[in-house]
């Protein structure tokens, strides 16, 4: 099924979830905004965040981020990070491939794991959240249409029947980002 959403409006609702767990107004969370630094965001309000996004869009968001599954898709940490604890190139490629659509500027080799937690902006949530909406099922379930639609709560449902749809989780669809960025970067498909 293809995604019902428009990249906008998810990264209006991203906002709005945002402005909501901060305590700020939406319009303090500008696209280019980094969360940690500029916003002020502690690991709680990410935590509430994602509940947030659950409980508008039924998505979950990942628990995990791209380095981990990285080493875990590479089997260990080692090709992860240079002498000085920064993020290699491999690294920082296969971060600026994810969902997040992070730029050459906001992450690149030599930043510390910390900083590119920190250069997480509304922007990249939101990408990585419409993201997930590409992982529907194939067909309903319920009634085999093949059409999703956005329903009045926000969440997404079978334009055919009304079920409820669910989305692949965060944690999945990150887990197949980082497969698909190291299968791009030459390196062999990692097993399981
Ligand atoms: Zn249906």
Same mark, same amino acid.
């Given at each position: 099924?293809?995604?019902?959403?428009?990249?906008?409006?998810?990264?209006?609702?991203?906002?709005?979830?945002?402005?909501?767990?901060?305590?700020?107004?939406?319009?303090?969370?500008?696209?280019?905004?980094?969360?940690? $630094?500029?916003?002020?965001? +502690?690991? @709680?309000?990410? /935590? +509430?965040?994602?509940? #947030?996004?659950?409980?508008?869009? %039924? /998505?979950?968001?990942?628990? $995990?981020?791209?380095?981990?599954?990285?080493?875990?898709?590479?089997? *260990?940490? +080692?090709?992860?990070?240079?002498?000085? *604890? *920064?993020?290699?190139?491999?690294?920082? #490629?296969?971060?600026?491939?994810?969902?997040?659509?992070?730029?050459?500027?906001?992450?690149?080799?030599?930043?510390?794991?910390?900083?590119?937690?920190?250069?997480?902006?509304?922007?990249?949530?939101?990408?990585?959240?419409?993201?997930?909406?590409?992982? @529907?099922?194939?067909?309903?379930?319920?009634?085999?249409?093949?059409?999703?639609?956005?329903?009045?709560?926000?969440?997404?449902?079978?334009?055919?029947? *009304?079920?409820?749809?669910?989305?692949?989780?965060?944690?999945?669809?990150?887990?197949? %980002?980082?497969?698909?960025? @190291?299968?791009?970067? %030459?390196?062999?498909?990692?097993?399981?």
């Amino acid at each position: 099924m293809q995604n019902p959403y428009e990249a906008d409006r998810i990264h209006d609702i991203v906002r709005e979830g945002l402005a909501q767990v901060l305590g700020s107004s939406v319009d303090e969370i500008t696209a280019d905004a980094t969360l940690v $630094s500029d916003l002020g965001a +502690e690991s @709680l309000d990410l /935590v +509430e965040f994602r509940f #947030e996004m659950e409980t508008k869009l %039924g /998505v979950a968001l990942p628990k $995990s981020n791209v380095l981990d599954q990285l080493a875990s898709a590479l089997g *260990g940490s +080692e090709q992860l990070y240079d002498e000085r *604890g *920064g993020i290699s190139e491999l690294a920082a #490629e296969v971060l600026r491939r994810s969902a997040f659509g992070y730029s050459e500027e906001q992450v690149h080799a030599g930043m510390r794991p910390y900083e590119v937690a920190a250069a997480a902006t509304s922007a990249h949530w939101a990408a990585f959240t419409h993201r997930i909406f590409d992982h @529907l099922p194939e067909v309903c379930t319920e009634c085999a249409a093949d059409k999703a639609q956005i329903a009045p709560s926000g969440k997404v449902q079978c334009a055919g029947c *009304g079920a409820a749809l669910e989305a692949a989780a965060g944690d999945e669809v990150m887990a197949e %980002g980082v497969r698909a960025a @190291l299968a791009a970067l %030459g390196h062999a498909q990692p097993v399981g």
